[in-house]
């Protein structure tokens, strides 16, 4: 058995599914990896692999044109799942996608195909639910902050959403367990940050002036609730705890 | 009565959420419109809820009342002019400065504007105009607006508002006309009809316009053409059904005898055969598709306005007046295929006045006959049931104990079990445990491959209850009897205790030491 050690990205895991792929060694006979994930197993050999652009092109227009555009973006967004074992999940996906075509998609009986999109509903959700959850608050300056704490990596997909959502404003979304932003200037494009660049990340530290529609905000939220109605089960099943300390109405 | 004018915005929102809180639709769904730089906001057809209140429901939108003085005396509401409340009314730059700001941080989706009426029907939609006016021009708000249509004002006003909000809603409040006289003296059913009506020519006149095809003819809307329709069309309330005093349908002979299915001719399975015996199964159910069709425009570019392109709800209060559930539901059937309604919601009555009209509910607001209707509405607009077949005038209310599509199932044993990889997506759209998601992996799924039950499982199937009633293979999943009385009792005891939850939450008491009730049952004396 080799295991291929991809790093932690679209790009990595594209590139160790080229190596495992090209080696030849046979799908049963090896299996990917994300660097740091998991515990070392004897009678493995392990294989670093080195992000190349030109393989990650490669596996990309391979799999844009042999099987499809909605493939794709499937194997994008479950990439950007919080499952130590993404990379091996695309990687078997991709062996049967290659065998069936875009057909794959509607297999839902075949283990690799119901596994990846296990993972990209986890994604999707949990990027619905920050749609939903993320919550502004205004600096001074006039930028709007949000800190997030999602398992997922949905940044890329809280970026497009808010990008749409509020074009004309200065905004930034800080996800704080991978310590990454993105930022989008008014009426421009949207990027990411890495927590490092600390030019970018000055926002985060910005005096926010919001106590009256913080105020009016949890004053609204406690009086729409009906008492005689209350139900907290139910709200915990919409809106789970976790979400909670990131959320105005609940904090304080 | 006196307006108080000086308070603060801060009390005013207390004031007028506290008042608007009793109204049930809170969605911002039913039209998909993309962002534009300059402008704030975006919709998602799907819709977004924000939060969560205390209740459990959802907070998507900015729920308010422009003002909670109103001339009218209804005896079920909080804002009657009879009742001692504090009166306020916002100014529309106070409501377009608080929708931007609560949107621009993403605590809310929008904006649901209702009111009391000041003055007359006339100034209240007038007010309610230049708020949404200014939001949508001045402010250029491009989120979602919810608005109440105003009965009794004038039709041009309405129309301008449709222009600038994407759902508008009427509430019908009570389903029969008498119980409306009864509690809502000011107003009356053909008051509440004609703008609702009203709305609903304007939607099909826009989506003619943009060339979308309005649902079948006869197989659920009456209307097609506007222009051909305007005549047919009455505008009281005779598009839906009345009832006589024992709860039937006395004009409509033809329905009554499709309600109940013992009477109907031999082929009983769904779909096209029944349709061949002359029996109306209203539109064909399409994948994850509402069978009345969309009503409304839904997606829309943003570059121009559009009446009403998320279709317009009501609401009706449910266990105020002696209405049963099978007229309810009926009255709701009749408004989905008559006016074109995108949703109706249900509303357990919450007792906030005390009036001789009114019921005393000493167990709560009714909170597990609401959510049988909701269960009901939803099998009617994706699983195509119709009223007549979840309930009758000889079981004119729901089962406590077990959901409607579960009591559908055990009254109708004869049709199943049906075959997981053979049997169409409307029958098994029929299958206790089974949701339009689910059946949609399946039908997907099976053009590949034999699905075996670890199979459904994957797919989000509830084999504990689809389990008596479809097979894989030919294969029942346990060897069991297919008999009412034995599937009942398994069905039961999972289903009791979520009806229980929902009826008596909050009822479990902590055990303590010092005050036990058992101990004074047993008539010992406790040291006081």
Redesign the interface.
Known sequence: MTVYVCEDSFDGILCGVYDAWMSRKGHDHVRLEIGGTGDMELFCEYAPVPVLPEKTEKVISSIRRKISERVYKKVYTASLSQEPGRADIIYRFLIDGFRYGE?VL?????PSV?ELFRLCRFVLNES?LL????????TEEGL?V?RIGPKNDVLPMLALH????????NWMIYDENRERAVLHPA?GEWFLVRANDREWMMGLDWKTDEEE?Q???K?????????????????R???PLRYRPY???FQG | MLIQENLSVQEKLKILTDAAKYDVACTSSGVSRGGKNGYMGNAEASGICHSFSADGRCISLLKILYTNQCIYDCKYCINRCSNDVVRTSFTPDEVCKLTMEFYQRNYIEGLFLSSGILYSADYTMDQIFQTLWKLRRELRFNGYIHVKAIPGADPALIEQVGYLADRMSVNLELPTAEGLRNLAPGKTRDKILKPMRQIQRGIAKQMEQEGILLPEQGKGHRMISTGEAEGKLPSDGSGLPSFGGDGTVPNDRSRVQSLSGERRPAPVRWGVAEEKAGYSTGPKLRLGRSRYGTYGISRVSGKRDYFVPAGQSTQMIVGATPENDFQMLTVAEALYRNFGMKRVFYSAYVSVNEDSALPILPGGPPLLREHRLYQADWLMRYYGFDAGELLSERQPNFNLFLDPKCDWALRHLGQFPVEVNRAGYETLLRVPGMGVKSVGRIVTARKTGVLTFADLKKMGVVLKRAQYFITCSGKLMNPVRIDQDYITSQLLGDERRKAWDIQHKDSYRQLSLFDDMHLEGAGIDLPS
Request: net charge neutral.
């Open positions: 057909g509607s297999m839902l009986h075949l119901f619905h749609k939903e959850f993320a919550r502004f608050s205004r709007l949000s808010f990008a749409d959502r509020l074009p004309s404003e009426d529609y105020a009016m905000w004053m609204f939220c406690q009086t729409i609730a009906i008492p005689e109605r209350k139900n907290y089960v139910c709200q099943n919409h809106l959320m105005t109405e």
